[in-house]
């Protein structure tokens, strides 16, 4: 694999092109390429030397996020090299600009990683081609082919990657992208191609395509192009909301999720994870409406959701469902949309709609403190929401202000934290209302005045009138204050007219029935309970993302203390679990180098050999198979899917029998650990991973005995 591609006569009945001098590894069959192509069921996928796939794992879930094995600053240099190439090597062979890409790179990361860059940068529709077609032998063919679309760019990234040694997937499957609309059907103009990438005994996955990011430009004008990182290695977590493989197994997701459930699932785009977001209501992209009025909830990152801004535009749709058009309101000072932070973990958008229909609702966000040019709100969420009734006399919600609704920045900016409210709307039933602001920062809080104007909704403000003021106590701003029935605009300013600058805004609601907030109350036990049994779900699972995503939800609505106990086991799970995830990420990392070494000995100290012996009787090699060194030795020895890494990399604690694990830890009783780190730290990882195991077995036996998550635990309140 480490030459030019011939190039075969013109007298074949088909072309055949230079692909088939590189490994391929495709999950459907190629129509332009001939014979030699074999379906290996292990991999799930088509390929022309299926003996090599022994050496390579199959698809399988990473034990490890981008994240932690992907920080962009570290591959600076890749990047420079690639930007360098540019179109230097358009006329030479495939082979040698690989070569050039890749040169001196000793991991497979930075031979992918630039090989992703050039691809992504290359200006392919704007470039000068020949009047003919290339040289077939050339790159500039590989980019003539991408123009004329008689390649993707999943084919192109998966031949460089085969001339670096890189085991690459041209996955095919469904995609939401252009062409897709939120709430349709998926059919085969919703299909294209990404890929997966070996790194590292991991498959990762990439899409070149979407990668290859045009920010500006017309036909008028050059296209300015840059590399989109959301493809890059991107998380099957997060990719499974826009591609759905054909074949489910290159998901690579453990639950493997329906067509079904893809398609019905909500439509989150790439600025929803670079922002962090999680997803805490509204798991369809389909939303029914009864009411009038929907919410829509996503958890935030505390640590950064303060130089985050979000918009929400609501449209309704015409009678093909396809085109939306802007729905607007009599009264400039309504608007559908209410969007508020109730905390620092949680954001709250809800829109209320005006009349019976089919709606798109789209959710924008971005990062204040981002100064890339060209970098602007983008879509965080699309969803379909189909209204089915409205109240009588539909209400709608205040205009905001330019620092929205409930305490934020511009509380934060004065060096002021609320007390109280948190939320953005103040409901009463007796009238009163009282709001208090701590001072945390005696330095930006020096001197200054609070001021509030309460409106009515739909009046404007007459900067004439005299602004009415808090009272300063103790380094607590306060006001408290008495209204009449009805809704109000709550305006918080700073400075001697409380108009200078806006600071918080508040709806505030004031009545005398109770009826509105008693249905409230209903509306919170019915979301407590259903929080309490995803967490009890999750936890019975012991399935890592679920039980992170039902922790999250709980903390981030404020409801830990309905179910301390619950959380306490969900958290003490998610930390073993992580602590095992990080135990195999290291058994992942040891090269087979470090394995042959262990393989080599003659004749071990007894440790290293209890060592071995206790790891293969977790994997179903038993001790009257494993206490003569010789059978241990042939079985590290495996290659392909029976090699011990990928053994251990598949192994599934849910299906591990507890007496097994027993079985090991009896096998390593009065083992000395400084004797194995001595002889080879590679049985002291094996060691460690093995002990990790037992340890989370034997809790898991614990409970199985008498110390699960009580039952009782499931009845509901109310």
Request: proline share 4%; with cysteine; net charge negative.
């Amino acid at each position: 694999m480490g030459g030019a591609s011939s190039v075969p006569s013109k007298t074949l009945e088909r072309e055949v092109e230079d692909l088939q001098t590189t490994w391929i590894l495709w999950t459907f069959k190629p129509d332009t390429v001939l014979g030699g192509l074999t379906y290996s069921e292990s991999h799930c996928l088509w390929t022309n030397d299926i003996e090599r796939l022994e050496n390579i794992p199959p698809p399988h879930p990473s034990p490890t996020r981008k994240h932690e094995v992907f920080q962009l600053e570290k591959y600076k240099h890749v990047d420079r090299r690639a930007d360098e190439t540019g179109e230097k090597f358009n006329n030479k062979l495939v082979f040698d600009l690989v070569t050039h890409l890749t040169k001196d790179y000793p991991d497979d990361l930075s031979k992918a990683r630039s090989i992703y860059r050039w691809i992504t940068m290359q200006p392919v529709e704007n470039m000068l081609y020949p009047d003919r077609q290339p040289d077939e032998n050339t790159v500039l063919y590989q980019l003539w082919k991408l123009k004329h679309k008689q390649k993707t760019y999943a084919q192109v990234f998966s031949l460089l990657c085969g001339y670096a040694n890189l085991p690459c997937v041209v996955i095919d499957g469904h995609m939401k992208g252009s062409t897709y609309d939120v709430g349709q059907e998926l059919v085969s103009k919703h299909k294209g191609e990404w890929n997966a990438v070996l790194i590292d005994e991991n498959w990762r996955l990439v899409n070149a395509f979407w990668g290859a990011c045009v920010l500006t430009g017309n036909e008028n004008e050059d296209f300015c192009y840059s590399t989109d990182e959301n493809f890059f290695l991107t998380d099957p977590q997060h990719l499974i909301y826009t591609h759905f493989p054909r074949i489910p197994d290159w998901q690579l997701l453990d639950p493997q999720k329906s067509q079904d459930e893809f398609q019905k699932q909500a439509y989150l785009k790439d600025r929803f994870f670079n922002l962090e977001m999680r997803l805490l209501s509204n798991p369809n992209c389909t939303v029914e409406v009864p009411s009038g009025e929907a919410e829509f909830l996503f958890g935030l990152n505390h640590k950064t959701a303060i130089n985050q801004s979000f918009m929400c535009i609501a449209s309704i749709y015409d009678s093909k469902e396809m085109n939306s058009k802007a729905v607007e309101l009599a009264d400039k000072d309504l608007t559908l949309e209410f969007i508020q932070r109730p905390n620092e973990h949680l954001l709250s958008i809800k829109v209320r709609f005006p009349e019976v229909g089919t709606y798109k609702v789209e959710i924008v966000g971005k990062d204040d403190t981002v100064q890339q040019k060209d970098y602007d709100f983008d879509w965080i969420a699309i969803y379909k929401a189909v209204v089915r009734s409205i109240p009588i006399r539909q209400k709608f919600f205040p205009k905001p202000e330019p620092e929205g609704w409930g305490p934020g920045r511009g509380l934060h900016a004065l060096g002021l934290k609320a007390i109280t409210p948190l939320d953005g709307v103040i409901k009463t039933d007796t009238g009163e209302i009282e709001l208090q602001y701590q001072i945390v920062d005696k330095e930006k809080a020096k001197g200054i005045e609070l001021c509030f104007h309460l409106l009515p909704i739909g009046s404007d403000v007459d900067e004439a009138d005299d602004a009415n003021k808090f009272t300063l106590k103790n380094d607590v701003y306060t006001l408290k204050i008495q209204i009449d029935p009805g809704e109000y605009k709550l305006k918080i300013g700073e400075g001697s007219s409380g108009l200078e600058r806006n600071v918080c805004n508040y709806n505030v609601i004031s009545t005398r029935e109770t009826v509105e907030e008693k249905k409230d109350d209903d509306e919170k036990v019915k979301e407590i309970n259903r929080l309490r049994e995803e967490l009890i779900n999750a936890t019975e699972k012991k399935t890592l993302e679920l039980l992170e995503r039902a922790v999250d939800a709980v903390a981030t609505r404020g409801f830990e203390s309905y179910f301390p106990e619950e959380l306490k086991i969900a958290r003490e799970l998610i930390a073993r679990l992580k602590k095992i995830q990080k135990l195999m990420h290291e058994v992942m990392k040891l090269d087979q180098t470090t394995i042959a070494e262990i393989r080599s000995y003659g004749n071990p100290v007894r440790e290293i050999h209890v060592v071995m012996q206790a790891t293969l009787l977790l994997l179903g090699h038993f001790e009257e198979e494993t206490k003569i060194w010789k059978n241990i030795q042939a079985i590290i020895g495996r290659t392909g899917k029976e090699s011990l890494k990928r053994k251990i990399q598949e192994l599934d604690m849910n299906k591990l029998g507890f007496d097994i694990a027993l079985g090991a830890k009896k096998l390593m009783r009065g083992l000395e650990l400084d004797k194995v780190v001595q002889q080879s730290a590679g049985a002291a990882t094996f060691h460690a991973w093995m002990t990790g195991i037992i340890a989370e077995m034997e809790e898991r036996h614990k409970d199985e005995i008498g110390n699960t998550m009580p039952r009782t635990t499931r009845n509901k309140i109310g």
